[in-house]
């Protein structure tokens, strides 16, 4: 056999185990009657051009980001590869088994890198090769290589595709960068206007990608250089796509016809005399061959790829969707199965015998020794000792000082001592903003090559010299490409060996704005931190449009990220330490650290303890104890508890309470989430905040967001809760108006304590 004929016999032994494992996960018993699902004509219409990569192209130092759809055709390879036992086939879309889209998380044996819907998956892969590319310039070895993205054309309808492809440091990634789609012209719903398809070559040219487009296959091809040939070139390019996947359902008889009659009814009789020696039966085979199924033109194509590797390249693949099977080019097929009659046909078609379904290659074919004979898959690298990160730093925080300023300060010492070369800090055009002036001052800012400051000559507060060796990455105003670029900077450690710290900032409003990215960065595997500023109502004169409500039920509500709204800078500190080496030691979770820019007086804060700092990294501590006043009475005792820069209100309220009679505890929620997750532990951390003889005390909650991520404290101690925030869009206006309108402010709290004590 030749190596063509073996790959042709592979891709059907590849179409027919995909085909099986979603008819197999379909006709499990099930409890409830739910439909499994599986994307069998998507995964059909990418089978070629997976095997042609994965039997053919590929190199150890490739990663492969698929196509979520494609996720059957992906696990056959794998155990056709031997990654994969073939006993977990079965176990598609069931629980503990492989999962319906590729997932590094739930699989990491097999999958190199996590997809899903959207296009997240190919660009944050592609936001990949940036980091390792950051890691060379940074004296690290080279890998992975190179990153390999399959996606479907209608994942290119999503913006943030065009986001990322807009970024200037991704166009000198140069061949490191791989993408081919899966052009079936279809979506889940409709056929693809025609003009979309059409426009993806020059966009991605206009990004300055090279582009290799296969259209059609050799035999098409061929048939265009023919007498007459162009004729037919020129009716099928010139078809609208609903017409064409029209024309690959029609029976034989009826595909000439449609093919030789005009648009406006007459006979194209040059065509008819072109197609005049084409059979019948010959025609809807001749017509259906895209070059997306023509593996000597796809393997031409990756062949370029790996040769031709001056800037990123892109492989434009025809395909059709079901592809091989029933439902190919139906313009509904996005959900069908195979129902037991058809794969019974399938199964005699592919020359499978009854109870040999799973089987893969004898050992003794020619299949088998092909295989063997391939290099081997991506294998990631040893991982190198973990940076170290310091418990504390000598700093000293002193007078009114607000979180977002203790933020950069923090990151100001860290940049002076070695653990901070592990760091790298990424911004979407608000790095001043946000407070990494004195970081990018000290460290520089990441560009593939050095490039003079204009402004160097002028005073400035901030110097923007870019060079390999700077240590922050600017992008554009483009939130979902930051958390996608944190999300690969946060793999390095699992796909090339190095592990770095990475530090994303951005407008808390904003995080709203990216949070799909945000969901697919954290899903993926990525570690890091977010920190976002300026945040809630507190930043009053910038409107509604600035202000940020619902961020923190984002932050209880995210998986895989620790929410933190610290009070003083101190805690800043302490919780920033604690994220960055967690993330070293490749345990425990991201950070979001929600900011404020409102100054607060540091000498209102605890003197500083193990106790305090274990607290803080808890969830929350006590910040005054009304016990400890004479008269102390339980039944005139309310517990206050406040999140970030509402400790000054909460205070003040206090005072307030005790003019009234009431004895107030101040308690300052540095972590609604974790105060709210640790309630499933054996003794919660908010049990040990309240003690015993407290049980009864009411609860006044209060941050400047949304009330909703405070309001499980009372229910949680079992007694009567006011939680208070804001709950409607913000506005402009100072400080006082905003937490007076919406009821945040120092009276406000009073008000909410005395209604629960009936006074």
Known sequence: MTELEILESIQRRVLWLSTWMV???????????????????SSASVVSLLTALYFKALRPG????????????????????????GARLATLRAFGGLQAYPSRRKNPDVVDLSTGSMGLGA???TFGALATRYLVDHGAARAPERFVVMVGDAELDEGNVWEALGEAALTRLGGDVLWIVDVNRQSLDRVVPETRTRQLGDLFRAHGWRVRELRWGRTLEAAFRRPGGERLRGRLETMPSRDYQRLLRLPAGAVRKTLVTTPDGALDAELDRALADVADDALPALVADVGGHDLASILDALDEA???RGR??????????????????DPLNHTMVTSPAQIAELRDAFGVAPGEEWAGFDP????????????????????????????????TYEGAMSTQEAFGRVLGALGRRPEGDAIVTASADVAVTTHLAGWINRKGVYAAEARPDPFADAPQAMAWRESPAGRHIELGIAEHNLFLLLGALGLTAELSGTTLLPIGTLYDPFVPRGLDALYHALYAGGRFVVAATPS??????????HQSVITPSIGVALPAIAYFEPAFAREVEWILLDGLAAIAAREGESLYLRLSTRPVSQALA???TPEYRDAVLRGGYRLSDARDRSGYAADRAVHLFAAGVMVTEALEAARALAGHGVFANVFVVTSPDRLYRGLRAPRPWLETLVAADEEDVPVVSVLDGHSHALGFIGGALGVPQQALGVEDFGQSGARADLYRHYGIDAAAIVAAARTLLAL
């Open 123 to 125: 660009v944050m892969t």
């Open 312 to 329: 990123p390249a892109v492989i434009l693949a025809d395909t059709i969707k079901g592809w091989g099977l029933p439902s190919a080019a």
């Open 364 to 395: 003794a074919s020619a299949e088998a020794a092909y295989v063997r004979g391939l290099p081997p898959l991506w294998t990631a690298p040893r991982r190198a000792a973990a940076p170290s990160v310091p418990t504390n730093l000598d700093e």
């Open 606 to 608: 605890p003197a500083t």
């Open 23 to 41: 008819h197999e996960a379909n006709a499990r018993p099930s409890a409830d009657g739910t439909k499994v699902g599986g994307h069998q004509a």
């Open 62 to 85: 490739d990663v492969v980001a698929t196509k979520a759809h494609a996720a059957p055709a992906f696990y056959a390879i794998q155990f056709l590869r031997g990654r994969l036992d």
């Open 536 to 545: 809630g109502v507190t930043l009053s004169p910038e409107g509604g449009a």
């Open 306 to 308: 790996e040769r031709e």
